[in-house]
């Protein structure tokens, strides 16, 4: 298939992207997801969501 078959067969009449889907099942739409950004992660900035421990020097065996 060309891009502009593609196009074609997944665009609705109005030029909006139909959601794909195939036997009931929907393809997940990336576009609806939330994306957060952190401007500065520094020593006062956005505190470690980690444990001390798991960010600590891996133990030896």
């Not at 030029?15 to 401007?39: A, C, M, N, Q």
């Amino acid at each position: 298939m060309t891009w502009t078959a593609i196009q074609r067969w997944l665009r609705t009449p109005q030029g909006h992207w139909k959601p794909i889907e195939l036997d009931g099942i929907k393809l997940f739409d990336l576009g609806r997801v939330t994306v957060s950004r952190y401007r500065y992660r520094g020593i006062n900035g956005i505190s470690n969501p980690w444990p001390e421990a798991l960010t600590g020097p891996l133990p030896t065996a």
